[in-house]
Every structure is written in C-alpha cells, then in structure tokens.
C-alpha cells in the first residue's frame, strides 16, 4: 500500500481526505492512481494497494488516525480476497465512504448483485479509456454525494470505554481536567465498534484509548496515558533552583513567580493543574474577572503562563519523600527517581473527604463522584442530582449540574449555607427552581446496579430516614490534606496541615531539629528551605486568591532564603 505520511503526533493535523484504489495488476493499479492524482490530487490522497487485504490494513491505521475516506475503488477478480469482499470488510470502517467496483464486461451481472450486496454505489467497466468521459463523471458524482454526507474529521483523541466504568471516568477526567481534546464512544455503540474492529482488539479490557497519531492504548495507565498524548512526566534535568510539588493555584502561582524572576523551577502535579479549583464550574470572585471564569480557562491560562516564562511542568508524578541532603533539598517519586533543588514549596491542596455509607465506595465512578467530575455533565440529562456538602464547591457544581439534570438536591449537615458559602452563590442558588436544599440531612446508604440507582436519607433531627431514585451524587465534604508521605521531619497539626513560619516558634523556642540560626520565615516549614503555600498550609483562607497569593509570596521568601540559606 502506498500514501503520503501521516502527520506527526506533535502537529495533529489531520491529513486531506483520501480516494482509496484497489486492483492486484501493478499496470491497472498505477494507471487508476496516475488518473484520479491528475484530477483530484489538490483536494484528495490517493492511496493505491495491490491487494485486499493490504488495502484493508491501511484502513484500519487511516481509521486509527482519524483520517477520512471519500471513494473507495475495487477491481472485482483479485486473488485471497475479491473486491466484494473488500468492500464488504471496508464499510465497518468508513460506513461513509462511497464504493465503486471495477470489472470487466463478463463481470457486469455480478457488479449489479453487487449493489444490494454491500450497497454498492457505482460500477465501472474496464478500460475506462478516456477517464474525462468515462471515469471523472462517474467519480464527481461520488464525492459530491460524499461531502454531503453529515459527518466530521475525528484527529483528536479518542476513548471507547463503558458507560458505568469507574476505570473509564477516570481516563475521562484525566484527559479533561488535563485539558487534552478528547472524544467519548460509549463501547455498545457502532462507532465504537468501527473502532475496535480497526484496532484489532475486542471490548474484554476497557477503556481503549487511540491517540492522535493512531496509537492504540488498551486499558492505559495515567503515566502511560499523559506519555502518549504530549503532557510532560520525566525531569529535564536533576537539579533546579525550585521544585514546586501540587498544581492547584498556589502550586501554579509560584510556579509564574519563580520562573518570572529567574529561577530554574519545576512543577510536579500527581494528577492535573488546577486542583479542586481547577473542577469548579465558574469562579465569580476571582480579581479582575467581573463576568467569572471557570476552573479550567483559569488553570489553563496559568498553566501556559508558568511555561512561557520557563517553567517546566510534569503531569503524573506522585511524591513520596522529601530529604536534606547538606544544602539541597531532595524530592522522591513513587517510580524511584529523584529530583533535587536549592528550595522546595508545598502547594499539594487538599482533597475532599469520603463518604463511608454503605454502598457507597461500590458505586464510585459508577454514578457516585467526588468533585464536580464535569465530565459527566452533559450525562445527568432527565436524572436527579444530589450533591452533598454547603461550601462554595458544592454550591458552583448545583448551579453548574442544574443546567442539565431534571432536579438538583443540596444535602447539608448543618442548618445552613450561609455559615460557609458566598452569599452571592446562595442568591443564585435560590433563584434557580431546579434547585432544592435540604438542610440537617445525610447520607446513610446507597444502591444500586450497574449504576447509583437509590439513595437513602436521614433527617439528623428526627432521626427519620427516606429512601430517594439518584442518579448521580457528588461529594464535596470537607478538606483532607495528603501530607502523609512527609514524615516526622515537617511538623503538621492534629489535622495534617503544615505548620508554617510563626505558628512554629512555641514560647520563644523553634522547633526540633532547626538548624539555622534565625527563625523559620513566614511560609517556612519546620525543614529550611521547604515552603509551604495554599489550603495545605495549617490556617490558610481556603480560597483561589489567597492559595495565589501564597505561592507569591513563598517564592519572594525563597529568593530571601537563597541569599542567606543558613
């Protein structure tokens, strides 16, 4: 089979739709190529096999790819696999495509059968001899009925998963909070199935993942995943001036200060930029944005700039130690590895806490989502949505969701919202119908299938209980800090978050093992030279500007630190 060469994965542009010819003698299959290169070259590839199944493999890669097919070209009498067959075989991959059989005179009766067969479009007689006549009327009409076809140029990546996975939502949200283009075909559809079939592989392990470049991902990894579809995960280099460990805003902000004030800086991020922030559906106090932002056009635009002014950033990478080692300060990856820097900042957020009713853990991923998980928004059509938690989070999500869902319920503890989320989010939470909050109420069981089907209720007050359909719960309870892999070195308090600057000296005292002599700056942990920034940091204002604002001011506190390290 010869074409032209696919794009490179890094460019992503999705080669000129191709006219496809078959034909076993090398003459007829060059001569056929040389005529439709002559005519359609500028708009079309012309893509010529000697065989059936030679054709029929570089569908499957053009498939992989995301490249389209226009006209399809069989010569009728090929040996192993005739152009019936073919053509047959080459509708599950370009359902779209027009199809014309070549034959000889004898051969015209079973072109006609061949119409009903495989749904054939045309046939034409050999020689075709002048093609201005004979070949291009034939053709023109083919791809004029071809452009009029509703269809759509797939080059971003793809995932073929089922609809109830956890495993699937995960690989969903990966690539969404990651902001890599993606599109979802649900594994009982027959585009899925097209898929499938062109990538050799059956649904037995889910989720498939093909990327841009035709690369076909059984069941990846996240590591594995982030690799293949352009995010960094390996280190430039093994030592810099600063390693910032967590994404979120703070991570981001002192990403854009360290590297816009000189310092070689590496941002480490075990998941995605953005953190929770960066799952909000629309932040609407955020400084300088008067009509709001979502999480994701937010951590994206910081994103970008932290890369722009130098900073590298790695996706993927879970941190598990931080150590002195004399004047550096070394960063431990799950894998092994290691990096190495002058100064490290803590900006690892927190994440929200579990549920531990019954059924609950069974269905996660399953109708049951910790965060806004937006992925699943568009889904929630016709269902009832409950959200359990009274923070800001919880309140953009019942906003966000209500847009799509038949119903939304906020569940909440306490008697109400007011005691932890923005007014200006319970303004227009009671302006929306859809939205109903039911104060002094929890979870206490869920069940269901394949999916979340029901809820069970509890009223904290009376104790009575009510059994609700859900098709969907989101959790946003409380702030769980994942400082665990810290060690005793870094002190923490009673909830894990890191004590920092003056919250460190008890009664004129610095902490244990302090070996500088002055005491810990401000956003200074207990180990010099490791700053702490964001709803990590013990007392924080758990908000977007304040987690920035902290990672600002950490990185001035770095370069005060730098100038004078013991």
């Known amino acids: 089979m010869t074409e032209s060469p696919a794009s490179s994965a890094g460019s992503f542009l999705p080669a000129k739709p191709a006219l496809v010819t078959v034909d076993d003698d090398p003459s007829v299959s060059r001569a056929v190529a040389r005529d439709l290169r002559r005519r359609y070259g500028e708009r079309f590839r ?6 059936g199944q030679a054709a029929l493999d570089t569908l499957k890669e053009m498939a992989l790819r995301g490249n389209d097919v226009a006209v399809l070209l069989a010569d009728y009498r090929m040996p192993g696999m005739n152009g019936l067959d073919f053509l047959e075989h080459a509708i599950d991959l370009y359902p779209a495509a027009r199809r014309v059989l070549l034959t000889a005179y004898a051969d015209t009766s079973a072109a006609i059968t061949a119409i009903n067969v495989v ?26 009925a071809w452009e009029r076809t509703e269809r759509r140029e797939v080059c971003e990546t793809r995932v073929i998963g089922h609809r ?78 600063l390693v910032v460990v967590g994404g979120g805003p703070a991570g981001l902000g002192a990403s854009v200060y360290g590297a816009s004030e000189g310092l070689r800086t590496v941002l480490v991020e075990r998941t995605a930029t953005g953190g929770q922030a960066g799952q909000s559906s629309r932040i609407e106090n955020y400084l300088g944005f008067p009509d709001g932002v979502s999480g994701a056009q937010l951590t994206d635009r910081a994103r970008r700039q932290a890369v722009r002014l130098g900073a590298e950033v790695l996706t993927t990478r879970d941190v598990v130690g931080l150590e002195a080692n004399g004047s550096a300060r070394t960063v431990r990856f799950a894998d092994g590895t290691a990096i190495n820097a002058h100064a490290v900042v803590l900006a690892t957020g927190v994440s929200y806490r579990e549920l531990t009713a019954p059924g609950l853990a069974d269905l996660v991923g399953r109708g049951v989502y910790y965060g806004s998980a937006l992925t699943e928004a568009s889904a929630c059509a016709g269902d009832d949505v409950y959200i359990v938690g009274g923070a800001n989070s919880a309140g953009q999500a019942a906003v966000y969701f209500s847009r799509f869902a038949r119903s939304v319920t906020i569940l909440v503890r306490g008697p109400g919202l007011q005691a932890s989320m923005s007014q200006y989010l319970i303004e227009q939470i009671e302006g929306i119908d859809a939205i109903t909050v039911r104060t002094g109420t929890e979870v206490v069981e869920a069940t269901g299938g394949e999916r979340l089907e029901k809820l069970t209720l509890r009223d904290r007050g009376s104790g009575e209980t009510e059994t609700v359909d859900a098709g969907y719960l989101f959790v946003f309870i409380g702030a769980s800090p994942r400082t665990e892999w810290l060690g005793e070195r870094i002190r923490r308090d009673e909830g894990g978050f890191v004590l920092a600057g003056p919250d460190l000296v008890v009664d004129g005292r610095r902490p244990a093992g302090w070996n500088v002599d002055r005491d810990p700056l401000h956003l200074e942990t207990s180990l010099p030279g490791v700053f702490v920034a964001g709803d990590v940091r013990a007392e924080s204002v758990k908000r977007v500007a304040s987690a920035v604002g902290d990672g600002a001011m950490a990185v001035s506190l770095v370069h005060r630190y730098l100038e004078n390290p013991s």
């Not at 749904?119 to 004029?144: G, N, Q, S």
């Open 46 to 51: 012309v893509v010529r096999a000697e065989s």
């Open 119 to 144: 749904d054939l479009d045309h046939y034409l007689l050999k020689p075709w001899d002048p093609p201005e006549e004979k070949l291009y009327p034939v053709l023109d009409a083919m791809i004029e």
């Open 164 to 241: 109830w996975s956890a495993r699937s939502h995960e690989v969903r949200d990966f690539l969404a909070r990651n902001q890599v283009p993606y599109r979802w075909y649900p594994v009982e559809g027959p585009e899925a199935c097209r898929l499938l079939t062109a990538a050799g592989v059956d649904d037995s392990r889910l989720p498939v993942v093909i990327s841009p470049s035709g690369e076909c991902l059984v069941a990846p990894g996240e590591a594995q995943l982030a690799d293949r579809v352009g995010l960094a995960t390996a280190p430039a280099t093994d030592f810099y001036d």
